[in-house]
């Protein structure tokens, strides 16, 4: 059962998304999640927790060429796959741009674990600038500039002085790996009321049968 939110009297919808700041599935799920809550805000409150995944643990903390990695892993397949996630892109209005670097994301989690205790709001539009300028404008995810650009846009404060010392958020990253993402093995992955589970880029209309389900 669904619990109401004491100040409207509505279902209270919480949502709790493990996803990597280098998944394009993952802002593609993003945006079809925001719009699912946008046309379902009469019916539910809602509530939107962010969780660590690392597709690539090993992942360089120097940054790699980004066109130059997923070529070399994924072969003769790579310019289909392209093509495809340009058009799914395109399909959101957006750009996919496969320019720039790529490498390990800690950083990126550590501030989005960070912006959530200063509000689930914030998290959610750091989360939303982190994927547009990695998968859209061709920034480096593990840039410390790119990253306090993004909070600065959404508010996040004290993000210079959180980031500048590495052990910063690394036992919160750690646990939430734990607890969210132990048994899952791949990202977007959503879990709705603690009991309804959705993975992969789903479109507006899944989000919005999940929402009558797990609030019954």
């Not at 790119?146 to 996040?156: D, I, N, P, Q, T």
């Not at 791949?186 to 009991?195: A, L, S």
Request: a neutral charge; aromatic letters at 10%; proline letters at 4%.
């Amino acid at each position: 059962m669904a619990q109401s939110s004491s100040s409207t009297g509505k279902k209270l919808i919480r949502i709790d998304v493990s996803s990597d700041s280098v998944c394009p599935w993952c802002f593609v799920g993003k945006r079809n999640l925001d719009k699912a809550i946008a046309e379902s805000k009469d019916q539910y409150d809602f509530e939107v927790k962010w969780h660590p995944f690392f597709l690539d643990p090993s992942a360089p903390k120097e940054g790699v060429n980004k066109r130059e990695l997923y070529e070399g892993k994924l072969g003769s397949r790579a310019q289909g796959i392209l093509a495809r996630m340009t058009e799914i892109f395109r399909n959101i209005g957006l750009e996919y741009d496969m320019s720039g670097l790529t490498g390990n994301t800690l950083d990126s989690h550590r501030l989005i674990n960070f912006a959530g205790k200063q509000g689930l709001d914030k998290q959610h539009n750091l989360v939303e600038e982190l994927f547009l300028g990695y998968l859209t404008q061709g920034k480096y995810i593990g840039d410390r500039e790119f990253l306090l650009e993004s909070a600065r846009k959404v508010g996040v404060e004290g993000a210079a002085e959180f980031l500048e010392n590495p052990n910063n958020g690394v036992k919160e990253v750690n646990e939430e790996l734990e607890k969210y993402s132990a048994n899952i093995s791949g990202v977007p992955n959503y879990t709705i009321n603690g009991k309804l589970q959705l993975s992969g880029g789903q479109p507006p209309e899944a989000f919005m049968r999940a929402f009558q389900v797990a609030a019954k």
